[in-house]
């Protein structure tokens, strides 16, 4: 192709790169420019108002669900901690033993400390 009295090879890398360049070029500005955002105000009797969102009965039923499960998880993570400090009370001992029994060969089993 001859263009300004010059010949231009369009397989050359460097006519390939300007191609490409003004691909993406083109490519973004039509991303970027000619956008227009619409945006619509209700007025009633001249006075703006937003619009409040207002919960519906499933709203409140789903919220309500939702507290009850949280309620009941923190009742268990609570539980939870109860039993676990009440399993190290129990495996600790004054002396630095630790058992879940107290025994002794040939001894008695303490069942004060298991109570």
């Known amino acids: ?16 790169m300007i191609i490409i360049s003004l691909f993406l070029c083109v490519t973004v500005l039509a991303n970027v420019w000619g956008k227009e955002e619409v945006v619509v105000i209700i007025k009633k009797n001249d006075i703006k108002e937003e ?19 949280i309620q009941n998880t923190q009742n268990d993570v609570t539980g939870i901690k109860e039993d676990i400090v009440h399993i190290l009370e129990r495996l600790d001992y004054a002396d630095g033993t630790h058992d879940s029994i107290r025994y002794v060969k040939e001894g008695k089993i303490d069942k004060k400390r298991n109570q």
Do not use: G, R
């Open 1 to 16: 192709m001859k263009f300004w009295n010059t010949n231009i090879c369009l397989t050359s890398p460097t006519s390939i």
């Open 51 to 69: 619009q409040m969102w207002v919960p519906t009965k499933e709203d409140i039923a789903y919220q309500d669900s939702m507290f009850s499960i």
